[in-house]
């Protein structure tokens, strides 16, 4: 059985009520597959907060650098294809072949926003004057709020963190109860890729 915690500002900590709860194996109730902690409004605040303490610097680093972060990611997920994709179909209960369809789906979907870095931008726009010029930029809206569901337990964060991250965005991530493993593992690969403390946070 493996045991996870919530990842809040760069660190692995418990719910602050201490509380956990577990989940079994859904093809044999009798294994239980994995404890989380059983988190409330203190945790999702403390997550919120730590985002809003990460948000400024990450939004002022580059794209190209924000994606560099992703493509590491994607390489990270992908040499461990094999184990997510078993700890998945243990925890959600799809088939061992449509599980690591979806690990590599996530791989994909990083490696699409890490390479989408190099032409994230703003366009230049006509203007009737001379010597003026019109363009728009990409701003980061700020900390934003991610709730996903069970059947899709890993593309799904992905594929709404990826964009979110590479946007400059913060982000607290909440994942469905029934199977939050792989939202916890993506976190563990974003960290090891570099992605500074704080600006992902995920809270079960």
Do not use: C
Request: hydrophobic content about 45%.
């Amino acid at each position: 059985m493996r045991i996870y915690q919530n990842f809040i500002g760069g660190e692995w900590v418990s719910a602050a009520s201490t509380k956990t709860f577990r989940n079994q194996n859904p093809a044999d109730t009798r294994e239980d597959v994995a404890e989380y902690p059983l988190s409330a409004k203190d945790d999702a605040v403390a997550a919120i907060e730590a985002a809003k303490k990460a948000f400024p610097a990450w939004a002022a680093t580059t794209p190209v650098a924000r994606g560099r972060i992703l493509s590491k990611a994607s390489q990270i997920l992908e040499s461990r294809k094999a184990e997510l994709a078993e700890v998945l179909t243990r925890e959600e209960g799809k088939t061992l072949g449509e599980a690591t369809g979806e690990v590599q789906r996530a791989v994909d979907i990083f490696r699409f926003f890490g390479g989408l870095s190099y032409i994230f931008g703003g366009q230049t726009l006509p203007h009737d004057l001379p010597g003026n010029l019109l363009y728009t930029r990409r701003e980061a809206l700020g900390v934003v709020a991610l709730i996903t569901p069970w059947n899709f337990p890993i593309a799904i964060p992905v594929w709404k963190a990826a964009p979110a991250l590479l946007s400059g965005n913060a982000v607290v991530l909440k994942p469905a109860s029934q199977a939050p493993s792989m939202s916890l593992e993506v976190a563990k690969a974003l960290a090891e890729a570099g992605l500074p403390k704080g600006v992902l946070n995920v809270v079960v």
